[in-house]
């Protein structure tokens, strides 16, 4: 069990003992309810980006209307009088509680439900998920006042230590795709309030300054899947010239189907913002393809490159070369940044190395079909690098 105190106060605190379910009954734990709960308030945790998170989530309610409850164990805790959680059971009717995604990042989200709305609350449990969610409040305090970006993103609120984001489905907001045209507009709108150029070498230093003190992995394949995506991503980078100035913004950082909700006119709702920051342009489109390309639909490497391209197409400021460019500064990106999260991690998971392996072919494939160029790469190179053979 993880690190509860911030959440429930310590053990010596006086309180109330109260019985949770803990979920899935067998396995990595991820979810707490109360047992007083017959609905599952826990899984509003859990974004409904794909279908089969769908299905579970109305069989677990359908279930929860029969007084019967998905797979778990129950266990019993005790409750501070003085604690965050005594605090929301007193301001709020419904509480459901997700564990987290194990790694230095992690928090635990407690979905809360009351006269005051609905909101998800972030408690962190180290000093890594403190600072993201201090993180997070500065961003949407800011992007509040933009005319444009106000109407995407989710109010917020302290409750001690704890951030509260809205729920936005409660206006009407549902997890479904986006059409590519709306990826672009939220993609415009941020890089055209914070756009910069930074030279490469420089982003380079940024993205790698921690390798020298990373300690390789304890699990021999997780460490050789490590070193392989940093190889790949070292020859992506070395194969440009340091000076290559690159066009960046400030970006969500996390743009995932799962992070991104559709209102009834189809514009976007935006939530998990602690990942903002700095990143080369079209961080944003090219992550919202390729996270759920590899994560959900478990899309091979060739695949992913074509329909990067085809969405690339679709942004009049990306030559050939950018795209192709671009996306591998993603890719070689999001190595450089995981890779130094899964090295300080104990429990790795199957996604991560479906992320590490396709990331590497990714890029390995981008060294093998710059795009054809002649004024930068050369005659007879392959003119698209999403489909050349």
């Excluded at 440009?240 to 209102?263: I, K, M, Q, S």
């Amino acid at each position: 069990m993880i690190n509860l105190v911030p959440l429930f106060g310590p053990r010596s605190a006086t309180g109330q003992t109260t019985a949770f379910r803990l979920f899935p009954r067998r396995g990595a734990e991820r979810w707490m309810l109360e047992t007083r709960f017959r609905r599952p308030w826990h899984l509003e945790t859990w974004p409904q980006a794909n279908r089969r998170a769908k299905v579970i989530y109305r069989a677990a309610r359908l279930l929860g209307d029969l007084g019967l409850n998905l797979p778990s164990r129950r266990i019993t805790l005790s409750i501070g009088n003085d604690s965050l959680y005594a605090q929301l059971r007193g301001r709020f009717d419904a509480l459901g509680i997700f564990l987290g995604t194990p790694g230095p990042n992690r928090k635990v989200v407690v979905f809360a439900r009351g006269r005051e709305g609905a909101w998800f609350i972030k408690v962190p449990i180290g000093e890594t998920s403190a600072a993201l969610a201090q993180t997070e409040a500065s961003v949407l305090d800011t992007l509040a006042g933009d005319p444009n970006l106000s109407p995407l993103v989710p109010r917020c609120l302290w409750i001690d230590e704890a951030l509260a984001i809205e729920d936005v489905r409660a206006a009407g907001a549902i997890f479904a795709p986006l059409d590519p045209g709306e990826v672009l507009r939220v993609h415009a709108l941020l890089f055209a309030r914070s756009r910069s150029d930074i030279p490469l070498a420089d982003l380079v230093r940024r993205w790698t300054a921690s390798e020298a003190e990373a300690t390789p992995h304890g699990h021999p394949g997780t460490a050789r899947a490590i070193a392989a995506a940093r190889a790949a991503a070292r020859s992506f980078l070395g194969s440009l010239a340091p000076d290559t100035a690159v066009e960046c913004y400030e970006a969500h950082g996390d743009f995932t189907r799962w992070n991104v909700l559709r209102a009834a006119d189809g514009s976007a709702r935006i939530i998990d913002w602690e990942l903002f920051g700095v990143r080369p342009k079209f961080f944003d489109p090219f992550h919202y393809l390729v996270s759920q390309a590899i994560l959900v639909d478990r899309l091979p490497a060739p695949a992913i490159l074509e329909r990067a391209e085809r969405l690339a197409e679709g942004a009049d400021s990306l030559d050939i070369y950018s795209r192709w460019l671009y996306f591998g500064l993603y890719v070689a990106g999001q190595v450089c940044y995981y890779s130094g999260i899964y090295e300080r991690q104990t429990e790795f998971y199957a996604q991560a190395f479906w992320q590490l392996e396709t990331w590497t072919e990714l890029l390995e494939m981008l060294c093998a079909r710059p795009p054809g160029d002649a004024n930068r790469l050369g005659p007879g190179a392959p003119k698209n690098f999403g489909n050349a053979q």
